[in-house]
């Protein structure tokens, strides 16, 4: 593969040339046609990282391959996110969280590391990283480093040692088993990407575990050397640069000491449970990861930039869900800044079941607790494919309830863009290993991995050259198009969020979810009540100073009655 070759930024004077340095213009490399959507907007201060930058802003998801290639060889890299700091500084994003960029085989994508130190040589040096880092705090943007503590690749020099024998020095950072008599794995347990999450080991004469792909072994957090590695690895990124840490599979890292079987699924466990046959009773959730995070609090805490901790938690009980935040005392909890609510995006987009879930949300977790909500990431298909059916008329309603949330709301990149699922890519071409089928009825995460669409160059703007994954159609989108495009989903986006920083009760004031028609979600915040109209016919609500909505004619009016149409919504201030 492409990506193992050695670095090329390193010798190529060429590459080089095209990193924005602070102060240089913004703009993508001369000669760029995605330059024109990029220059640097005179209006902005460069402004240091605002307190709070994550609890009141908006944060973002880069998906790095997928963002901006500026070598060309058609994986997007650190300079490509750099370059395009000005973009999501227009947009009014706070912070961004790029899925990882450290080294590794891609097994899995980036979620495979093997040097948790090192960045990977298709994204660029660490060097690179540095300068983003810095280039990122100018513009007032915070930068999560994605960190993957359950698993290393197979290639890790852990993992080779480990396999060396059993009384190999890094034996013990692995899950390592005996058969059971008639030589079957030790216990029940499935991977979350299907089949048994045991492998034998023929050398050895041992299974060792993996929860995703064989080629990534589960690290022991049993093993003290473990966590005292994973805390260099924090001070590492923290001494580069970074403002925190979005944590992988962060309820899962520790396992059941005894390795005991998970019990079997019930016909009334949720669909994800089911697919896999058996509650992860004893594989995830373990009480022990909250020492873990309790200790990985203490350390962040202790540095004068207080980086954050952002879990990807993917439990679908609320109460579990909470007690990721710790215990508050006297200051703003103990374990995570911020855990991820996947509940959110698992419900249908219909009113009903989404008040539940908010409703829920708000009546268990602790008021210390900052909930994080997003409604695509790159591990499934994007909102507008999965909730809208592509449906464009549909796009501004889930933004605007997105926004309206109490807590902290994460795009993923292209979300701002109304931008669906890419079209399937043919198996044999399938880059993500859930492609193959491997557990059936979880689809290939490639469709929502497509390089992001800048302009109506050769493959959207997004590389000169060969991209990695088909890039989307820009005459059906793309950013220079909603940029010059006053009643765009990009400009309806960018004026929610300064309508959410200009009035903080948007993400700040408890919410009431009041029932004023059926089949409308209303969020009534202080003063301001979102309404989007999910019914599907016209309705009528009460009238007030409508400050923002999806049918921008409206903005600014004051109508004594609002009328929305289907999929419509607005902000409306009260009278
Ligand atoms: C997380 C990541 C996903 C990855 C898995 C294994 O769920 O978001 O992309 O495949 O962990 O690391």
């Not at 800044?337 to 879930?357: C, D, K, T, V, W």
């Not at 703007?461 to 088909?470: A, C, E, I, K, R």
Request: charged share 25%; with cysteine; proline share 10%.
């Amino acid at each position: 593969m492409s990506h193992l070759r050695p670095p090329t930024r390193e010798t190529d004077p060429a590459a080089t040339a095209t990193r924005v340095r602070p102060g240089a213009s913004a703009a993508a490399p001369a000669g760029d046609p995605a330059a024109r959507t990029t220059a640097p907007d005179p209006a902005w201060a460069p402004e240091a990282l605002r307190p709070g930058w994550w609890r009141d802003g908006v944060l973002y998801q880069v998906y790095p391959r997928s963002f901006l290639d500026t070598d060309g060889d058609g994986h997007g890299d650190l300079p490509g996110v750099a370059a395009r700091l000005p973009y999501l500084r227009r947009l009014g994003v706070s912070g961004i969280w790029m899925t990882p960029i450290t080294a590794s085989p891609d097994a899995d994508w980036g979620y495979d590391v093997s040097d948790y130190l090192a960045v990977h040589p298709d994204f660029g040096t660490s060097e690179d990283a540095r300068e983003l880092f810095a280039q990122a705090h100018e513009q007032g943007v915070g930068v999560l480093h994605d960190v993957v503590p359950n698993h290393t690749s197979d290639r890790h020099p852990w993992f080779v040692d480990a396999c060396s024998s059993r009384d190999a020095r890094f034996r013990d950072f692995y899950v390592w088993a005996d058969a059971r008599p008639d030589g079957s794995p030790p216990n029940n347990w499935v991977s979350m990407f299907g089949g048994p999450a045991w492998r034998w080991h023929a050398p050895t004469g041992q299974y060792y575990l993996h929860n995703f792909t064989p080629r990534q072994p589960d690290l022991n957090w049993w093993d003290p050397r473990v966590r005292r590695a994973f805390r260099t690895i924090l001070r590492h990124w923290t001494g580069l640069g970074v403002d925190g840490f979005r944590i992988d599979v962060c309820q899962a890292i520790v396992k059941d000491r005894e390795l005991r079987d998970n019990p079997p699924a019930t016909a009334e466990d949720r669909t994800n449970v089911r697919l896999r046959g058996q509650r992860p009773v004893y594989s995830m959730n373990r009480p022990e990861v909250h020492d873990v995070l309790r200790d990985w609090r203490a350390l962040v805490d202790r540095h004068p930039r207080r980086p954050i901790l952002l879990g990807e938690t993917n439990t679908h009980d609320l109460q579990a869900l909470s007690r990721y935040y710790g215990a508050a005392g006297a200051g703003p909890g103990s374990e995570l800044h911020m855990a991820f609510n996947f509940r959110f995006m698992g419900q249908p987009y219909e009113a009903g079941p989404l008040r539940s879930i908010v409703a829920e949300t708000e009546r268990v977790l602790p008021a210390h607790a900052q909930p994080v909500w997003t409604l695509s990431n790159h591990d499934g298909s994007r909102y507008v494919t999965r909730w809208l059916g592509g449906d464009q008329r549909r796009v501004r309603g889930a933004l605007l309830l997105l926004m309206s949330l109490r807590g902290t709301a994460m795009l993923y990149y292209g979300d701002e863009l109304g931008l669906g699922d890419a079209p399937p890519v043919p198996l044999a071409d399938a880059r993500d290993p859930l492609a193959h089928g491997g557990l059936p009825g979880k689809d290939s995460r490639d469709p929502c991995r497509a390089p992001m669409p800048w302009d109506d160059a050769p493959h959207a703007g997004f590389t000169t050259g060969t991209p990695w994954l088909p890039a989307h159609d820009p005459r059906v989108t793309s950013v220079a198009a909603q940029e010059r495009d006053p009643d765009s989903h990009l400009r309806f986006t960018t004026d929610l969020i300064a309508l959410r920083r200009a009035r903080p009760e948007l993400h700040r004031a408890p919410m009431e979810l009041p029932v004023l028609a059926d089949g409308v979600l209303t969020l009534r915040r202080g003063p301001l009540d979102c309404h989007v109209n999910l019914s599907g016919t016209d309705v009528r609500l009460p009238g007030g100073h409508v400050l923002l909505a999806t049918d921008r004619a409206d903005d600014g009016t004051t109508p004594d009655a609002l009328r929305l149409a289907p999929w419509q919504g607005a902000v409306v201030e009260r009278r």
